[in-house]
């Protein structure tokens, strides 16, 4: 009789070490992020308190079962009512969407050409250019927003300089503007649109491009049927890399921003430091997750029926 | 047809395959479909190819067979437009092709790598060519089921190319380079990818299918074995030129040069030195040999004294275990030195005298043999005077 070779055998200890590994992962993001997230809901659904944590209730162990139902049955939606109730907060949300999907729009546009002209580059420069994308991740993200304060301000190096060149007459007033935001957040997230952008053009086969020329479509129709398409992954991942902080960003539209730049970003900031309405604030956050696992599913579905189709 | 015009025949001889009543290149009046007129190309210093003329008539199945780096597939890339010469001239059809844009060439090619578009079906593939000329889509879809039955593939219609197999893969490449029916079809390296057995087969359908559509193929190899078997001539190329463009039967009988000898099939190779000639007769001094050897069928005037290499084809030398009988020309004496047997071929290497090692090849005609030839054998070589080739480049 044939008996199939068994795997060697590597002992209990072995075995629960190997079990362990797939485990450590899930232990991580249960750790740094259901334990976080478990928190953060618990203080949305508890109410804004003058005390030292500025929400109530508080679970205390030291009162028993009977303290710790007590603190649950005062646990309320009341926060999320709040949420949809206050047109404040729905305009942030709408406004940090508007935000993110034009910047991720122009971040795209400016992008890829670079991605494609960097996939395009001979050889020997490629690494000398993916290190200039980099580059910048070299000083603090702060001191760079903060550099754009000096060029965009009135009296600042763009506005002296389209002067002195007599493009213009008057300083340019565009700091504290929207357009100051979108300046901020494109020169800050470019990295992050171009890096997946150029993973996929890299390995694009150009032979594909020949080919449909040879066929008799001209390069500028090529390029939107055949360069597009199968840059999509790169086009997603870029997408979604900036589009998502982005929804998020707080620094930028605080430092370059206007007071009427509504970001969801400001507005949980304000709440949590300025009302002090903890659960307020993390009812913001819990809504803001929410809504931004939705594309990452979305895309994560995507990519595997993509996958599935492939095989 | 009358003798003059067909370049194959020698006197009553032919060599090679003949496709018969099919010899543009050898009939004056013919009008060439493609001229190459002085084409230079040059990349900084290096010159891809070297001031080529070349003429290809319609229906032509047309091979440019060299080594790699030797300028043949630039040719092709600057006949479909992908490389601009530097100097002269591509003809198609009577119209200049400088300055046209690959997309408006009427010819297509089949790539090397296939280049097939990954995102689309098989179906899509071959419809891409036919949707760039806008035809109505119904026009379309024949066409389509055309191309797919030509090459059967019907069933794999819907297919992804990633779904497919090197063989399938080659033939939606063919199908879509062939659904424009294009003036000329370009093949680079078609059958490079495929395994052998596949290779042979797919060779032949070429052939009927470029019979079949009476189209006119160029086609870009370094395999010497597809360019014999499928060209109705070959263009034998080395750094940038054309050293012979002949049918595959007189590039291999009436090699122009010791480099196409070399390059098609086996050869061996005795330098020599003219003692007499005339009348298409010549008589050699050949260092291996102790007497002068004697070759008939020599095309060009050789004066006495003249320095030569003399070709032999291993299959055009007779070996014996017996002393030829006397009288008999060209005979050489020797040991068996190694021997490799092949199947349905025997490869002998005989020693000489002198050193030199000749390459004898034998069929395996019959199954059994009476006294098979051994290591250390002692053995004559002799050939007969039309078979030696004068050599003087």
Same mark, same amino acid.
């Given at each position: 009789m044939d008996v199939a070779p068994r795997p060697p055998d590597r002992g209990a200890l072995g075995r629960a070490l190997s079990a362990l590994v797939p485990a450590v992962p899930f232990l991580w993001l249960a750790f740094f992020f259901l334990v976080p997230f478990a928190i953060v809901f618990k203080i949305a659904l508890s109410e804004p308190a003058t005390a030292q944590p500025p929400y109530r209730p508080v679970f205390d162990l030291s009162q028993g079962f009977e303290g710790l139902r007590e603190a649950f049955s005062q646990l309320s939606f009341y926060n999320f009512t709040l949420l949809l109730e206050d047109s404040l907060y729905f305009s942030s949300f709408i406004s940090s969407l508007r935000i993110a999907a034009v910047s991720t729009v122009l971040l795209l546009a400016i992008g890829f050409p670079i991605a494609y002209a960097m996939a395009k580059a001979p050889e020997r420069w490629r690494p000398t250019l993916l290190m200039l994308v980099i580059l910048?991740?070299? =000083?603090s993200f702060l001191i760079r927003v903060y550099a754009w304060i000096g060029i965009l301000k009135p009296e600042g190096l763009l506005s002296a300089l389209l002067i002195n060149l007599g493009l213009i007459s008057e300083p340019l007033?565009?700091? #504290?503007t929207d357009t100051a935001v979108f300046i901020g957040i494109v020169y800050s997230y470019l990295p992050f649109m171009v890096l997946p952008l150029y993973a996929t053009l890299e390995k694009f086969d150009y032979t594909l491009l020949e080919a449909a020329e040879d066929l008799g479509c001209p390069p500028w129709r090529a390029f939107w049927r055949i360069t597009v398409p199968l840059a999509m992954p790169g086009v997603l991942a870029g997408c979604l890399l900036c589009f998502i902080p982005v929804v998020g960003e707080f620094v930028i539209p605080d430092l370059l921003?206007?007071? @009427? =730049?509504?970001?969801i970003g400001r507005t949980l900031w304000s709440e949590f430091f300025? #009302?002090?309405d903890w659960p307020l604030a993390s009812a913001v956050a819990v809504v803001l997750l929410v809504l931004l696992v939705g594309p990452i599913v979305a895309y994560r579905d995507i990519e595997a029926r993509r996958w599935e189709k492939a095989q | 047809m009358s003798m003059a015009v067909d /370049?194959?025949?020698r006197g009553s001889l032919a060599i090679g395959a003949v496709r018969r009543d099919?010899?543009?290149?050898?009939? *004056?009046g013919a009008i060439p479909l493609i001229r190459f007129e002085q084409v230079t190309k040059r990349y900084g210093e290096v =010159?891809?190819?070297?001031n080529l003329s070349l003429d290809i008539y319609e229906r032509e199945f047309f091979c440019l067979l060299g080594?790699? /780096?030797?300028g043949k597939t630039t040719l092709m890339r600057m006949l479909a437009g992908f490389e601009a010469a530097s100097e002269g001239r591509i003809v198609l059809a009577g119209q200049?092709?400088?300055? &046209?844009p690959p997309y408006r060439r009427p010819v297509n090619m089949m790539f090397q790598s296939y280049?097939?578009? *990954?995102?689309?079906s098989v179906e899509r593939n071959i419809a891409f060519g036919l949707e760039q000329d806008r035809l109505p889509k119904a026009e379309i879809a024949d066409r389509v089921v055309e191309m797919l039955r030509l090459v059967q593939l019907e069933p794999f219609a819907?297919?992804?190319?990633?779904?497919?197999?090197g063989g399938q893969r080659q033939r939606v490449a063919l199908a879509r380079a062939l659904a424009k029916r294009p003036k000329v079809l370009l093949l680079d @390296?078609?059958?490079?990818?495929?395994d052998k057995k596949l290779r042979e087969e797919t060779q032949f359908e070429l052939m009927d299918l470029q019979v079949k559509l009476g189209m006119t193929f160029l086609v870009v190899t370094h395999d010497q074995e597809e360019a014999m078997t499928m060209a109705d001539r070959i263009a034998v190329m080395d750094h940038g030129r054309i050293v012979q463009v002949a049918t595959p039967g007189e590039i291999y009988e009436?090699?122009?040069?010791r480099y196409v000898a070399e390059f098609i099939g086996d050869v061996n190779i005795l330098e020599g030195k003219v003692i007499a000639a005339g009348e298409g007769r010549c008589t050699l001094a050949v260092a291996d040999a102790p007497e002068p050897v004697s070759v008939a069928g020599v095309a060009e005037p050789l004066s006495p004294g003249r320095e030569v290499a003399l070709a032999l084809r291993p299959e055009k030398l007779v070996l014996t275990q017996e002393e030829p009988p *006397?009288? =008999?020309?060209?005979v050489f004496a020797g040991t068996i030195w190694d021997i490799g047997y092949l199947g349905d071929w025997t490869i002998y290497l005989v020693r000489l005298a002198s050193g030199k090692t000749l390459r004898v090849s034998r069929a395996?005609?019959?199954?059994? &043999?009476e006294r098979p030839l051994s290591w250390d054998d002692k053995v004559f070589v002799h050939f007969a005077p039309e078979a030696g080739v004068v050599l003087t480049r």
């Open positions: 910048p991740f070299w =000083t007033q565009i700091m #504290n921003g206007g007071s @009427e =730049t509504l970001m300025s #009302n002090r | /370049g194959r025949r099919f010899a543009p290149w050898a009939d *004056p =010159t891809a190819v070297d080594p790699s /780096g030797c200049d092709l400088s300055g &046209v280049a097939l578009f *990954p995102h689309m819907r297919r992804r190319p990633s779904q497919l197999s @390296e078609p059958l490079g990818a495929l009436q090699p122009a040069s *006397p009288h =008999t020309p060209n395996n005609v019959t199954r059994f &043999v």
